[in-house]
């Protein structure tokens, strides 16, 4: 496949290298000083975009690429409000775009568990429940879109809580769910759900080693998505 690139910065010069290493070409690696590069380039001969850009620069890329009928695969967090306005112009468009708060398989199958431990907790009196994340110091946004995806998976479940807030912003209640966002060098991304009572504790931590997962999770839906329509998710995609 011919993959266009758009965000090359930790994240997308992962891919590129695995996206090659898997013999699929780069059309281009497109970054903020190099937009220009985007005008020489036959939409025609690219297959899909791969964007892990930044909060400010997703929903332009996504946009360029639905307008010109490539499919698009983001991981960009941080601008998810605006998702909306990105599912219209797909479904306008006939496009496909996919959006994960987080490629690796090893967090879509925490996603599941945190679930299911809020469904169970939900029946079990007398514990507080917290979200931890802990990333790197380069990391623009804040909670994590993963914490804002597990966030979302305890609030479906876990019916004593109505919303969340992020420790030291929000606004702190027994009916919002706290998260705690802690920036340490060189963390790619730890994730940690707690429910706590005075006799004992529950916890669930998702530690990521390096970026290696995320970047072959979004290669994996790359190779996976040429044909498809629609707004996509991992629901899709791992069907479980
Ligand atoms: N969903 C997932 O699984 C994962 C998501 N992420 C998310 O992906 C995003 C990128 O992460 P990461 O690679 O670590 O961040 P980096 O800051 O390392 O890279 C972002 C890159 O995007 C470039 N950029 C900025 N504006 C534009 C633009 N208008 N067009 C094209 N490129 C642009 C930046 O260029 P310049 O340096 O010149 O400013 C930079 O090279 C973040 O939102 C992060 O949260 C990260 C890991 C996993
Ligand atoms: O910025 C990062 O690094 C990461 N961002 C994603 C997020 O916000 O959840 C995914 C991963 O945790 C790494």
């Known amino acids: 496949m011919n993959i266009l690139i758009l965000g090359y910065g930790k994240m997308g010069k992962i891919i590129s290298e695995l996206a090659e290493s898997r013999g699929h070409t780069i059309a281009a690696k497109i970054n903020i000083d190099n937009r220009e590069k985007l005008l ?3 939409p025609s001969k690219i297959d899909v975009a791969i964007e892990f850009s930044q909060p400010e620069a997703a929903i332009e890329n996504i946009k360029w690429a639905l307008e010109r009928g490539i499919p698009i695969v983001s991981g960009t967090t ?3 409000s605006k998702k909306p306005e990105i599912n219209r112009l797909t479904l306008e468009k006939n496009g496909a775009f996919f959006y994960a708060s987080n490629f690796s398989i090893g967090v ?3 996603f599941k568990v945190n679930e299911l431990l809020a469904k169970l907790m939900n029946e079990t009196k007398g514990y507080q429940v917290s979200l931890e994340e802990i990333h790197h110091t380069e ?19 876990y019916k004593s809580l109505k919303e969340w807030h992020l420790v030291g912003e929000g606004e702190e209640n027994s009916q919002s769910l706290a998260i705690t966002a802690k920036r340490i060098d060189p963390a790619p991304g730890t994730h940690i759900v707690k429910y706590s009572s005075p006799i004992d504790d529950i916890e669930i931590t998702h530690t990521a080693h390096s970026r290696q997962g995320f970047a072959l999770g979004a290669v994996l839906v790359a190779e996976w998505i040429p044909g498809k329509k629609g707004v996509l998710s ?7």
């Open 78 to 80: 941080g601008w998810i």
């Open 139 to 157: 990391k623009k946004d804040a909670p994590s879109g993963t914490a804002i995806t597990l966030a979302q998976g305890i609030l479906k479940n």
């Open 40 to 42: 020489t380039l036959d």
């Open 108 to 110: 879509n199958i925490f």
């Open 234 to 240: 991992m629901d899709d995609f791992l069907l479980f």
